[in-house]
């Protein structure tokens, strides 16, 4: 994903938030990438590590901070966070698949690996969706025009303090 080299006029009528649609996108593809990030690093730390609860959950606190932090930078408009998005779930993926193909028939989170494999591949799909690149579009445009805006702000402030003198 990067920014679209589409001029932009100076007519064109921005709204205040961006379509529906591409919301909707960002928000469901926010909950999905929760939702299947915790659930495959669970099954990947259960099946390849034995590790204890605490230190499951402090890499899990720790893992949730830095989705938060990427999920403001796309906020923000952010390609390189939707980028470091869709490798650090695929890695996830890569990762995950092996466990689900090593597993034992007999047990009972046999839902568990179906419904995180469920929910990465639809995280993936939304990721790579045309609505959530218009999302993130949308909001790199705004931070631009607001950037451009302080700029011109500035420049009047500089200026009438000059005059003022």
Do not use: C
């Not at 568990?112 to 639809?122: K, N, T």
């Amino acid at each position: 994903m990067k920014p679209s080299n589409t001029p932009k006029n100076d007519d064109d009528i921005v709204g205040l938030l961006p379509p529906t649609k591409s919301i909707l996108a960002f928000l469901a593809t926010t909950m999905l990438m929760l939702f299947s990030v915790g659930t495959l690093n669970i099954v990947i730390l259960d099946f390849y590590l034995d590790i204890n609860a605490e230190w499951t959950l402090l890499y899990l606190l720790i893992t949730v901070l830095i989705f938060s932090g990427l999920n403001f930078s796309v906020v923000k408009g952010s390609f390189l966070a939707v980028r470091i998005f869709k490798r650090y779930l695929t890695i996830l993926f890569v990762i995950f698949l092996p466990s689900v193909l090593l597993m034992d028939s007999s047990t009972q989170t046999i839902p568990i690996y179906f419904f995180g494999m469920g929910v990465a591949l639809s995280t993936f799909y939304l990721l790579n969706s045309k609505h959530y690149q218009i999302f993130v579009e949308y909001q790199f445009d705004a931070m631009e025009d607001r950037k451009e805006a302080l700029a011109e702000l500035e420049a009047e402030i500089k200026a009438f303090k000059s005059k003022r003198k």
